[in-house]
């Protein structure tokens, strides 16, 4: 499997108006706070990029896969995603993306990877009961909940862990 291709000729949609077709397949390595994008799996980029004007309008949709991380036991689960992506970039000016139309080839990179990050949950859980880890020794207390002595809690290797203020 290769990386899904998201560079792009845009030189006949700038300078003749005609669209173009996206249509590719592949994988898409997008990683935000242990959640990760179709690294292992393909992902799918299709729609069209069109020029109406000063205005660059593009129109795609993403399907993905996503291993999401607990944020409190770290287990993994597997999702299917679909987005849409539709941005309108003026020609003529600089965008939010930093994409330089002067160039016949654009990445449009920047703008998947945000729209897939902002679909990303911030805190997403395996169960809304999640017991998470166990902050002496770390173990899964979904599986077996702890019941550790206090006064065990300065000498376990996971005491810093509790300190800290994540
Ligand atoms: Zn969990
Ligand atoms: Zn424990």
Partial sequence: MSKLNTVFNLDKVINTNSDLTINEEGLLNIKYSGTTASDESNSQLKGLITRDGDYLHIKLEVKFSLNNECS?????TKSEESIEVIEKLYLKNQNEY???????????????SEKVIDSISLVT????????LCSICGKDQNLNKCSHEEKNLKESPFSSLSELDL
């Fill in 72 to 76: 409190r036991c770290l287990k993994i």
């Fill in 98 to 112: 930093d994409l330089d139309f002067n160039n016949d080839l654009i990445d449009i990179y920047p703008i998947l």
């Fill in 125 to 132: 859980l395996c169960s809304s009961e999640c017991l998470g």
